[in-house]
């Protein structure tokens, strides 16, 4: 058992740095303790890019499907006392509340995993991270001797867990100097909004373009501080599914355009350990070259019209803001924006925009 232990630990400690690695450790891990499987969550997340063991994909579906994560009576009763080590369902529920517990009917049981222990940190920031393994009904509840023997492995696990939040940090940073290597200065923003990291570039440019207060990025145009504001807001999780308004314009102390674009961190770089949720990238539009309609249209085969409107949306303007600048209707905007996004091969507006301006660095 120890040189099992020991074979998993490892491998947990490499998932940590190569994420694509957690699927097969957690089931490893979950094999070790005899349960069905294995995931990572993160408290203040409300669960979004959690890792699973893949016996548990099905469960993790129905989960968020059901929207069980807006319920979630485990977490909810397990994180106060997530940091002193495994808890299980019978330290946070009674026998009688759970056979008529909604999430144990609803979720627990139908799902297969009526059994559940968990364990993690909660750093100093406030972040939480857990492990947790799940259990079926014929696997049966952890016993006093199984949460006893994961207690010893507590303080190993918590690494682990320290690891891949660090690792995550480290990939975040990369993000931002890579950014800083094509010119872009670039803000890392968490899940509430607030400035987790940023480039040199976008360093150089507080308290000219933009200032950081309360870990709150704002504009330093007074005009325009609190639209940017609420734009900071909307391109949050879950932001808008749309992509409309990714970009936003703004103005220096010297009324400088400048323009703001909200790119969301998705895929596997949002997982649970993720630091940031949201890069913001500022660049200059009264040094930018945009691309002509001429340029757009030739590009990809736009009408007169439909060129127009492509070079407003391509300049940072929102549907609004190229209707009034073409004098047209909103719908007719929309309408024209319609046809171009196919003829781009692009599906939303903000993917047009990055289609638009790679037009320009070719």
């Given amino acids: 058992m120890a040189g ?15 994420r694509e690695l957690w699927p097969q450790a957690l089931q490893r891990f ?29 469960t993790v579906a129905q989960f968020f499907e059901q929207d069980w994560h807006y319920r979630d009576l485990r977490t909810e ?16 529920i009674s026998s009688d509340e759970r056979a008529t517990s909604a999430y144990y009917d609803g979720f627990a049981r139908s799902a297969g995993v009526p059994w559940f222990t968990s364990a993690g940190i909660v750093r100093a920031d406030g972040v939480c991270l857990a492990m947790s393994l799940q259990r079926s009904e014929a696997e049966g509840s952890f016993t006093r001797t199984e949460i006893a023997r994961l207690n010893r492995m507590h303080g190993r696990l918590c690494e682990v867990l320290a ?55 704002q504009a330093v145009d007074p005009c325009g501080r609190t639209v940017f504001s609420d734009w900071i807001q909307r391109s949050l999780p879950p932001g808008d599914p749309t ?23 998705a895929g596997k770089a949002n997982d649970v350990f993720a630091t940031g949720a949201v890069i913001v990238i500022l660049s200059p539009a009264h040094a930018a070259c945009g691309p002509t309609r001429e340029m ?13 409107v492509a070079e407003q949306i391509a300049g940072g303007a929102s549907v609004d803001e190229a209707a009034v600048t073409l004098s047209m209707t ?27 301006a790679a037009l320009v660095a070719r």
């Fill in 4 to 18: 099992d232990f020991e074979s998993v630990l490892g491998g947990l400690y490499e998932a940590a740095v190569v």
């Fill in 30 to 58: 979950a094999e070790l303790n005899n349960s069905r499987g294995a995931l990572l969550t993160r408290g203040d997340r409300n669960h979004e890019g959690l890792l699973c063991s893949p016996g548990l994909n099905s």
């Fill in 77 to 92: 009763r397990c994180l106060p006392l997530v940091g002193i080590g495994f808890i299980a369902d019978q330290h946070i």
């Fill in 163 to 217: 690891l891949g939040y660090r690792m995550s940090a480290e990939r975040d940073s990369a993000m931002l100097r890579g950014l800083e290597l094509v010119d872009r200065a670039a803000f890392l923003l968490d899940r509430r909004g607030s400035v987790q990291d940023m480039n040199t570039a976008a360093a150089e440019l507080l308290d000219d373009v933009v200032t950081v207060r309360d870990r709150q990025l």
């Fill in 243 to 265: 992509g409309e308004r990714r970009v936003i314009r703004l103005r220096d102390l010297d009324s400088r355009p400048w323009l703001a674009q909200a790119m969301p961190i």
């Fill in 296 to 308: 757009l249209a030739a590009a990809f085969g736009l009408t007169p019209t439909e060129a127009r």
């Fill in 330 to 356: 909103r719908n007719a905007v929309r309408f024209h924006l319609k046809s171009i996004l196919p003829k781009a091969d692009t599906p939303r507006q903000s993917t047009f925009v990055a289609a638009a």
